[in-house]
């Protein structure tokens, strides 16, 4: 039954139709790893940018006192995914309907984050990196400059191949899902392995104290050098975890997962293996009366375990193990940045444990940014989809209802601009220029979050006082560093 004209409609969104939470399933063992997911996904994507790339680079030029950036930065993280996913597990809806349902427009705010989506992660920056280190993979050695055509050509293979993959399955969350358990359990546990070989223990221990911005080599505390790269260290900031739009599109993905009313809106299916599923445009709500606050509450166990057993426990291995690898082979000072990057750490491996060390590290590098080109393509897809799916009724009705018209629509779209903008700039450029935009994105969509979550949410689901508290915190965080990322350019 529909409900009364109320403040989730006043942007001309259809209300939210009253239903029961559904039951929330109650894992034991490894039943646990059938019931997390989105964590999963945007850990994986996680560990392509800041922790293999940023980090490294960072980490190199100025020290392991630099973590403390990342712990500030993943934990923010994990709050703002957990409010993510309280609206939707509130609602059934992604978090981009929840900002279209606030003022001044809906149509404002599809524009602003499908911009913000764009400036960000429309560059296809991961495979190009990518191609950096499948070219290492072929002739052992890193490329420069002159092989920037090669590159070029395998990038465009290796995109296409992206695009291939997301056809396939039955449910497109599902085959992501699936590709970043193996990549988290390879990635993690081939870097940990490696730094049990490689890495001195006054490295790590060089890392514990990092984390709070303690440098080891100087017996001092060194939050931020004197000679810092305020750009280097904003993209820093701004990838250690996923990242700004990224991060957002984890609540679809928790929709589709069927996290609580997900389960009664639906999801998007893939083209090869799936089948037409409908995907209600507008979301439902919950009396928040006894037994469904006992289901919420067995959601948001759901949520925790998510979140903070594997989002927040795996991006801090994720910056941390390939960062003691990173300092402990190359020469502390060393700038990193250049098409070969991806192969800088498998090249001077090698020189020290031989060639076919150099080439498994290669062969690690290849996998986590095929893979992080292939979750940005599907998070950027599918965000614009919903946006698209909730905001226009002329587009369901040229959909005929099939909402993998609209996503494969705009897939194909995403597609010739990524093979276009291949030959933009070096991916090392366009990574550090989507890192800075993520840390200006957390800073808007932190505080957005946090009032829709406490205006459009009945009393009894909206978030507790230290988790606004966070929230604003964040804002002010990634605040500072875009105020010093911009200073930095003028």
Known sequence: MARPEVIEARTG??????????????????DWIKVVGPGVIVLGLSLGGGEFLLGPTAFVRYGLSLLWITLLSVFFQTIFNTELM????????????????TKPARAFWSWFYVILYLLQVGWPYSAGLSAGAMFYLATRQVATPADASTIYQIG??????????????????????????????AILGGFFLMGLY??????????????????????????????????????????????????????????????????????IPAAVGGHKVTLEHSGFIFTPDKENMRRWRGWWRIVRADQYGVFFIGAMLGMALPAVLYVTVLQGGTNIQGIGIAAALASAVATQAGATMGLVVALLATWILFKTQLDIIESMVRSITDILWTGSKRVRVWSR??????????????????????????????????????????????????????????????????????????????????????????
């Open 156 to 185: 465009v293979g290796t995109f296409l191949l992206c695009i291939i993959l997301l056809m396939l399955g039955r449910r497109i969350e599902r085959t992501l899902e699936l590709l970043n358990w193996v990549m988290v359990v």
């Open 86 to 101: 309280r609206y939707t597990i509130a609602t059934g809806e992604p978090a981009f309907t929840g900002f279209m349902r």
């Open 401 to 490: 209802g099939d909402v993998r018209v609209v996503y494969y629509g705009a897939l194909a779209v995403i597609c010739l601009w990524g093979i276009f903008a291949l030959r933009l700039a070096q991916p090392i450029i366009l990574i550090l220029a989507a890192a800075n935009i993520a840390s200006a994105v957390f800073t808007v969509a932190s505080l957005h979050l946090l009032y829709v979550n406490t205006r459009l949410l009945p009393e009894g689901l909206r978030p507790a006082m230290w988790r606004r508290v966070v929230l604003v915190a964040m804002s002010v965080f990634y605040g500072f560093f875009t105020v010093l990322s911009i200073r930095a350019l003028m």
């Open 198 to 267: 490689f890495v001195p223990g006054r490295t790590w221990a060089a890392a514990a104290v990092g984390f709070f911005g303690f440098d080891l080599r100087s017996g001092h505390f060194n939050f931020v050098p004197g000679d810092a790269d305020f750009l280097l260290l904003a993209a820093l900031a701004g990838y250690s975890g996923a990242g700004g739009m990224v991060n957002i599109a984890l609540s679809s993905w928790a929709r589709d997962k069927g996290y609580g009313m997900g389960q009664r809106v639906g999801y």
């Open 13 to 30: 969104l259809d209300p939210w139709v009253n239903a029961e939470l559904p039951e929330p399933p109650t894992p034991r063992g490894t």
